[in-house]
């Protein structure tokens, strides 16, 4: 069985702390969203943070085009990958919680797809590590991806070295626009797209164990300490 969990807004230490105490659970993958306007959070720097004090947990980011470019955002997610050693995840939202802009379909498509050609960018033996030679990379292993289209004009390759992962795996719920991802988030009787690994949302843990699935999602307050001892006190049991 395979659980993720999102957390309410919170300060970035108590979602982080709320990430390591989740994944001493068994808890298989955490999201972390944008915050709200009270409390502003940057999905990347948390899951970065979280990175150097866990060790299995698979860390999601959300990312929103309507306030960043994928060139940015490729490069923080590499950043991620090659920090928690190939763990990160990203899913595409319209807009971002504090901020009312937000994008259309075509814009998110052409995101998702510049982000994962910015991603593949350097080959899988782009290192050389030729002390001798004095050579780190091979020459001719990054390329550039020339995007010329609608909405973002990018030469590339990125500036950053492949992530250990290549184009790491996506999320996506199923209310999202672009739902084409390798898990998607559906309630209880909804049907993740063809290819695509359905994580039921529940409301309890104990919902898990009713329910024929591969996985399932439910949101918790981390600055709830005592809801968070007893969530994981739960799921410890119910996953044993």
Same mark, same amino acid.
């Given at each position: 069985m395979t659980l993720a969990v999102s957390f309410a807004p919170a300060a970035p230490n108590t979602i982080v702390a709320g990430i390591v $105490? =989740?994944?001493a659970a068994g808890v298989d993958l955490a999201i972390v969203d944008y915050g709200t @306007?009270? =409390?502003p959070i940057d999905p990347l720097a948390v899951a970065a943070a979280a990175a150097m004090a866990t060790t299995r947990i698979r860390l999601a980011v959300a990312v929103s085009p309507a306030?960043? !470019?994928p060139f940015t955002f490729a490069r923080g997610l590499a950043a991620l990958d090659h920090l928690s050693g190939g763990r990160s995840a990203w899913r595409v939202i319209t807009a971002a919680g504090p901020f009312r802009a937000s994008v259309d379909t075509a814009?998110?498509?052409e995101f998702?797809? +510049? +982000?994962? $050609?910015l991603c593949e960018s350097w080959a899988p033996d782009w290192c050389a590590d030729d002390k001798a !030679? $004095?050579?780190f990379w091979r020459a001719g292993s990054a390329t550039p991806i020339a995007q010329d289209g609608r909405h973002y004009q990018v030469t590339g390759p990125l500036n950053t070295p492949r992530p250990p992962q290549g184009i790491p795996p996506r999320l996506a719920w199923s209310a999202d626009p672009v739902t084409g991802a390798a898990s998607v988030i559906v309630r209880p009787g909804e049907t $993740? @797209? @063809?290819?695509a690994a359905a994580l039921i949302d529940v409301t309890d843990v104990g919902d898990a164990i009713t329910h024929d699935a591969v996985g399932f999602h439910i949101r918790i307050d981390p600055a709830d300490k005592a809801g968070l001892a007893a969530f994981v006190d739960r799921f410890a049991k119910v996953s044993a």
């Open positions: $105490a =989740t994944e @306007p009270r =409390t306030i960043v !470019e814009q998110l498509k998702i797809s +510049v +982000v994962g $050609a !030679e $004095a050579q $993740a @797209p @063809p290819g």
